[in-house]
């Protein structure tokens, strides 16, 4: 059975930076493709960052580029979002995701397991 769990999530000042961790048990985080998502009160859960399997391509939405860096360690099994710059319209429930092919995806349907989440909140 894969579990991913999250943490790292808090409350954080605008401009400060936050790190998540998805610890993946159950599957190798080096043969899947992985990604972050998140979610706003009221707003649909959107994309926020994914890695390939090899770890050498990444993606990212607009609204994170330069901001946000997604991540692996293979060694821990451990997918990493790191998160600086933070803007309150960041506040969010933040969610990993992990896919059972190889490649980069951007649409929640392409990851077959997910997290529960993890809540971040960006005061101005």
């Known amino acids: 059975q894969v579990q991913l769990v999250e943490s790292g999530g808090g409350l954080v000042q605008a401009g400060g930076s936050l790190r998540l961790s998805c610890t993946v048990s159950?599957?190798?985080?080096?043969?899947?493709?992985w990604g972050w998502f998140r979610q706003a009160p009221g707003k649909e859960r959107e994309f926020v960052a994914a890695?390939?399997?090899?770890?050498?391509?990444?993606l990212y939405a607009d609204s994170v580029k330069g901001r946000f860096t997604i991540s692996r360690d293979n060694a821990k099994n451990t997918v990493y979002l790191q998160m600086n710059s933070l803007k309150p319209e960041d506040t969010a429930v933040y969610y990993c995701a992990g896919s059972y092919y190889s490649g980069i995806y951007d649409n929640p349907e392409s990851y077959n397991y997910w997290g529960q989440g993890t809540q971040v909140t960006v005061s101005s």
């Open positions: 159950g599957r190798t985080v080096s043969r899947c493709g």
């Open positions: 890695i390939n399997w090899t770890g050498g391509s990444t």
